[in-house]
Every structure is written in structure tokens, then in C-alpha cells.
């Protein structure tokens, strides 16, 4: 075997993973910056290491993908659009940081700065030794950048049988996605397809589907969909939204089964004894953070403890994205699965590493959706700030709806959800009304002050 193929032509030929393993031997195995994970916050942490001057050769990343980081995000949104659609997001055009205005990283852009990749799944972090295990390989680093996101929740834990079956879908890494597109196309715009859960993920893939013909209906337990995020009031105003544009929803019963015919899904059975014929399902209930293989670092939340600058119980050590627990702004701690805190936390790690001296992490949430893209009438919604107050909507349009959070009598959340979606401008008035927690005696009239 020739071990002389450089990670470009490695990347870019589709050659099998051991071409990429045999080059990772090759390379110094001690950096001294080590990013473990390949999503959207190793990509951010790469970009910032970069624009710091690092020198070539002292950044390596661990990663069990094929490809080199991309914004996650687009694989439930343009990544699933129909084939009518104007954009239909492929690798390599979304790698990171396109999403955040920066640089479209390909594996060209790690080979010119000098970062290296581990291929392989990090399996355990001796902190003593400052040692990661990558299979049969052991990296040393100087620091480490924990980056390793969360993976779906699989229904299959909860007594759900039958996940496994062919077409049931969890959307997480790309190749998940393009076999949901795969399915889809083998459907020819018919069929029908059952989504599993009311969230993000849900909704965000509800709204493809019906857009390739095929027949949709999302099934929840809760009352309404986001049910973390919308009360009853936004959440009938998003599922009437969905409803008009063909997607049918079943509120408060839950999946018991997926029923098969051979190796496929056939359909699935409900609590309630319903059964919905379907030929292709995706589940979407939620994530859980991918910290087993480090053991001895403190934890909160589910996640790696950090301080206001992402560093760990061990000074050597700093943890970004899904899987750290950072001191919210808004009291106690908090850790978020978002990609706009996957950004912001990898650049304030990066800093904080280099000894830069940052200021304290003072993170205001930013949450976002859009739906229905490929139409002439997509949804889109944005919130700031922490949704544990009391919502309260306050403003409705004939196409729009907006609300605040309010905690202790001040406002600490506020949401724009629209079609078309909220303007530039709307959304920094909104994140200004955030950051303001301004007295909410009266909720339209903290909306209105704000000119919203």
C-alpha cells in the first residue's frame, strides 16, 4: 500500500479510511494544540488557531468523519431541500465557517495552514499523561480542545423497537443525509414518511419532506411542538403554518414500535393503537453529549464544567460546543446545543489557550430556525436570550407572531417568527431588547419600546 498519499488527495479521491489512517501514522503524533472532534466547533476552533499565527504542524484534529468539519446545521435544512429547489446545500459548499462569514475550509485549507488529522474516534484522555487514545495511535497534546458534540437520542432506549430497520433515519453526520435523500428520491414523490419528535429536528425535516411529494405526519408527546421553547400560543401558531402548507400532526402519543415488510419500515405503531403506514422515518427526540471517553474532568448539566473562558477543572484543558457547561449570564450554569454558541465558544477556548487573555464569556443565547426555504413563503424565527421565564406573546401580524420571556419582572427572552422572517434590523432590536432586561410591567409595551 502506498503510505505516501497526503491527506488532500485522501479527502478528495474517496479513497477508503485507511489511506487517511496510514497518513495520520506518518505525522508527528504530538501537537500542541489538539482539537478532539470534527463538527461545527472544531471548525471554528481551526479557523481562530489560524488567524492566531499558529504555526504549521502544531494543531491536530481527532475525528471519526470522513470529511473535514461542516455547519452541521444545513443537514435538516437546505441539504433536504426537493430536487425543484433553487439551493440544495452539497459538500464541499458548506464546510465551516461559510455559516459564520468566514473562510469554506476544505481539506485544501487545512493542508496550506498546516493542521493535521487523526482519523479514528477518540476512545479515552489520560490527563496525567496529556495523552488522547485514537484506536491503536496516542496523541500528545499541550492542550486539549474537547469538540466532540452530542449524538441523537435513540428511541431504542426508551423501549422503542425497531429503529434499526431500513429507512429510519437519525440526521447527525452527512452521510445520514444523503442516504434520507437517497430514500427520498427512490420514493419518486410519493409515499408517506412519519417524523419522530416536535423539535427542531422534527419540524426541520417535516418541512422538506412534504416538499418532495411526499405525504408527512410528525408525531409528539408533548402539547405543542419546541415544547422547551414556544408555549401553546406560538406553538398553534407554527403547527397551523404546517398544517396549511400539507403536513399532518398528532399531538400527545408517542411511537411504541416501527413495523417492517423484510428489511424496511412498513409503517409505526402508537400508543394510542393507531398505525400509520409510512416508507421512510426520522427521528429526532433529542441529544446527548458525547463525554464518556473523558473521564476525571468535573461535570455539570451533562457536560464538561468550564469557567468564563471554556477551561476545564484541568488548566490544560478546554471544552466547547454541545458538551460544556459554561456560567450563564443569566445566573447558575448552562449548556447549549446550538451552533451559535459552537462558534462563540471556540474562538473564546482558542484565545483563552494562547494565553490571549479574552474577556469573561458572556454569552447571549441565539436561537434560530428556517423552514420551507424552497417555497415562496419560507417561515424563519429568531430568539435571544434564556427561555426558563414566562412566556408571553405580544405581537401578532397577519403572517408574524412575537413574544417575550419575562423572569423576576424583567425580560430575559424574546422571539420574531414570521414569513418572511424577521429583517436585519428586527433581529438586532430584538437582541438589544435582550441585552437590555428591561422592566416587563406590561408585555406589548416592552415590545414597543423596543420598535418591534
Known amino acids: 500500500q502506498d503510505c505516501s498519499v497526503s491527506l488532500l488527495e485522501a479527502l478528495s479521491s474517496g479513497r477508503p479510511n485507511f489511506m487517511l489512517r496510514a497518513y495520520a501514522r506518518q505525522m508527528s503524533k504530538s501537537f500542541e494544540y489538539l482539537i478532539v472532534g470534527g463538527g461545527n466547533a472544531a471548525g471554528y476552533a481551526c479557523r481562530e488557531l489560524a488567524a492566531q499565527g499558529v504555526a504549521a504542524g502544531k494543531v491536530g484534529i481527532v475525528t471519526a468523519e470522513a470529511v473535514p468539519p461542516y455547519e452541521r446545521p444545513a443537514l435538516t435544512k437546505a441539504y433536504l431541500h426537493p430536487p425543484t429547489a433553487k439551493v440544495r446545500a452539497r459538500l464541499p459548499g458548506f464546510h465551516t465557517c461559510v455559516g459564520g462569514g468566514g473562510d469554506r475550509q476544505t481539506a485544501e485549507w487545512y493542508t496550506e495552514k498546516g493542521i493535521s488529522f487523526v482519523q479514528g474516534k477518540a476512545t479515552a484522555v489520560d490527563l496525567a499523561a496529556k495523552t488522547v487514545a485514537v484506536g491503536e495511535d496516542t496523541c500528545a497534546y499541550d492542550k486539549l480542545i474537547l469538540a466532540t458534540g452530542a449524538r441523537p437520542l435513540r428511541v431504542s432506549q426508551f423501549g ?16 445520514e443525509a444523503a442516504a434520507l435523500v437517497q430514500a427520498l428520491e427512490a420514493l419518486g414523490g410519493a409515499g408517506k414518511a412519519v417524523i ?24 409528539f408527546p408533548e402539547a405543542n411542538c419546541m415544547p422547551r421553547l414556544f408555549n401553546a400560543e406560538l406553538g398553534k401558531w407554527l403547527e397551523d403554518e404546517y398544517a396549511a402548507r400539507g403536513v399532518k400532526i398528532l ?5 411504541t414500535e416501527f413495523l417492517s415488510e423484510g428489511e424496511a419500515v412498513s409503517g409505526v405503531r402508537l400508543k394510542s393503537g393507531q398505525t400509520l403506514p409510512c416508507s421512510v422515518a426520522v427521528v429526532g427526540v433529542g441529544a446527548s453529549p458525547n463525554v464518556e471517553f473523558c473521564s476525571g474532568l468535573a461535570m455539570d448539566k451533562g457536560g464538561f464544567a468550564v469557567d468564563p473562558f471554556m477551561k476545564t477543572s484541568d488548566p490544560s484543558v478546554f471544552a466547547i460546543g454541545d458538551v460544556c457547561a459554561f456560567p450563564s449570564a443569566y445566573g447558575g450554569t448552562s449548556r447549549c446545543e446550538h451552533v451559535d454558541h459552537a462558534r462563540k465558544s471556540a474562538k473564546q477556548a482558542v484565545m483563552a489557550a494562547m494565553g490571549l487573555s479574552p474577556e469573561p464569556y458572556k454569552y447571549l443565547p441565539y436561537f434560530y430556525s428556517r423552514v420551507f426555504e424552497y417555497s415562496d413563503a419560507p417561515i424563519v424565527f429568531n430568539f435571544f436570550g434564556d427561555e426558563s421565564g414566562e412566556c408571553h406573546v405580544c405581537a401578532r401580524g397577519e403572517k408574524s407572531i412575537g413574544a417575550i420571556w419575562v423572569k423576576d419582572g424583567r425580560v430575559t427572552g424574546a422571539l420574531l417568527m414570521g414569513s418572511p422572517g424577521p429583517t436585519a434590523d428586527d433581529q438586532a432590536k430584538l437582541r438589544e431588547l435582550v441585552a437590555a432586561q428591561p422592566a416587563a410591567v406590561d408585555a406589548a409595551a416592552a415590545f414597543a419600546a423596543a420598535k418591534l
Open 160 to 175: 422503542v423497537k425497531g429503529d434499526d430497520l431500513k429507512n429510519v433515519f437519525y440526521i447527525r453526520e452527512e452521510p
Open 196 to 219: 419522530v419528535g416536535g423539535g427542531y429536528i422534527g419540524l426541520e425535516c417535516a418541512a422538506a419532506l412534504v416538499g418532495w411529494g411526499v405525504e408527512t405526519t410528525m408525531v
Open 251 to 255: 399531538k400527545g402519543d408517542l411511537v
